[in-house]
């Protein structure tokens, strides 16, 4: 069974009609959203974390580490444009950000996008599980 499929297999908490969150705001949501659904930055998040190859290039960013796209590609053996792709999802996930040096785009790790977004995981998993 792929992933895919055990993911569509499995009936969710609000298909089910059972919820292991309150409906009523109490738990860990955000903004008045309902407790037992994550936000979309965790989402995000997650699906940044999903891939080995992600996993790989964020080590690279351990200790403060400042690298270009083409540092990147480098150092994991990746073709550049394989690698941008990778910097841009973990962008989206709130695990790195960016900033501009005239033309040269230099990644970092963005410790405190990460460090809110797991507080957010870890308040729902702690209240659900």
């Known amino acids: 069974m792929t992933q ?3 993911t569509q297999d499995a009936p ?3 298909a089910s009609g059972a919820s292991c969150c309150p409906a009523d705001g109490t738990g860990p949501g955000r903004d008045g959203q309902e407790a037992a659904e994550l936000g979309p930055a965790v989402h995000a998040f997650l699906k940044a974390l999903a891939s080995p190859t992600r996993q790989r290039v964020m080590l690279l960013f351990a200790h403060g580490a400042e690298l270009t796209v083409g540092q990147v590609a ?3 053996g990746l ?3 394989r690698a941008s792709e990778q910097l841009a999802e973990l962008r989206r996930g709130g695990i790195l950000t960016s900033r501009k040096d005239g033309k040269t785009v230099l990644y970092r790790s963005d410790k405190q996008t990460t ?3 797991l507080a957010e995981l870890q308040a729902y998993l702690q ?3």
Do not use: G, I, M, V
């Open 4 to 6: 895919q499929s055990a």
């Open 12 to 14: 969710s908490p609000k």
């Open 74 to 76: 480098e150092a994991t």
């Open 79 to 81: 073709a550049q444009p």
């Open 115 to 117: 460090a809110a977004t």
């Open 127 to 129: 209240y659900c599980c």
